[in-house]
């Protein structure tokens, strides 16, 4: 089992920056991938960004050159450093590790994080 609590949303400004924190606990040492996701109101949660544990980064295109996903193998945390924040950032983000044990593989979730971006 892995547990993810995010925090670091808010209200930010259109052009502005915000880093978000995704703390694991639990089974870390089966985590393979962990990343972020965001699910604006009426859509479908969409890929914003993930890191392997190899270190190997993926970015969706409407984020990639604004958005860098980086972390701390000390603290157990993934982060989202946003910049050059857009209103249609504005979304619930969502932190997902997905780990393996044997040959299962397993998703979970944290329970989210608000960014609102407005003037």
């Known amino acids: 089992q892995v547990q993810l609590v995010e925090s670091g949303g808010g209200l930010v400004q259109p052009g502005g920056s915000l880093t978000l924190s995704c703390v694991a606990s639990?089974?870390?040492?089966?985590?393979?991938?962990m990343g972020w996701y965001r699910q604006a109101p009426g859509e479908q949660r969409e890929f914003v960004a993930a890191i392997a544990r190899d270190g190997a980064r993926d970015y969706a295109d409407s984020v990639s050159s604004r958005f860098a996903i980086s972390r701390d193998n000390a603290k157990d945390t993934v982060y989202l450093h946003m910049n050059r924040i857009e209103p249609d950032d504005t979304a619930v983000y969502y932190c997902?590790?997905?780990?393996?044990?044997?040959?299962?593989?397993?998703?979970?979730w944290g329970q989210g994080t608000q960014v609102t971006v407005s003037s």
């Open positions: 997902n590790a997905e780990s393996m044990s044997g040959p299962r593989r397993f998703g979970y």
């Open positions: 639990g089974s870390i040492s089966s985590i393979i991938i």
